[in-house]
């Protein structure tokens, strides 16, 4: 095994690019990350500015990347009470690094990525390279 392969190994076995690619694995994550790129929301403000997400939904999801580090509650002393939420620096380096880099990919590809589901979705009888139809297995 070369150098590289053994770096790759590693990377792969590694729980930190478990951890980073569960940030991608629920729905609302992301969506939640993008819409405090502007800057701190309030929790209503934040629900309608998403639109389409549940207040369980939200409060998962905002659990989720405080209990990640990735974003921070601020509770003011006021009556009534006011709580808002921002990306933290690590946050704010995940939006900025491979969610924009994400978004240019889906920019560009997205079509693509459409088409491929819808054409999924019609029972598409694609070929892979071993001459098998896409998603089927040989029988054992």
Not at 51 to 75: F, P, Q, W, Y
Not at 83 to 107: C, F, H, K, N, Q
Request: aromatic share 4%; glycine share 8%; proline share 5%.
């Amino acid at each position: 095994m070369s150098e590289r392969e053994a770096h790759c190994h590693e990377l792969v076995a590694d729980c930190r690019l478990r951890a980073a690619t569960d940030l991608f694995a629920h729905t609302w994550d992301p969506v939640v990350l993008a819409a405090l790129r502007p800057g701190p929301r309030r929790r209503r403000d934040l629900r309608s500015f998403i639109g389409g997400i549940s207040d369980k939904a939200l409060t998962e999801a905002v659990h989720r990347l405080l209990a990640n580090g990735l974003v921070t509650r601020h509770a003011y002393a006021e009556a009534p009470p006011r709580v808002e939420y921002t990306l933290t620096a690590l946050g704010r380096s995940l939006v900025d690094g491979p969610m924009r880099a994400l978004g240019r990919w889906i920019a560009d590809h997205g079509d693509e990525l459409l088409d491929a589901q819808e054409n999924a979705g019609r029972g598409s009888t694609d070929t892979d390279e071993d001459g098998e139809q896409a998603g089927r297995h040989p029988a054992a």
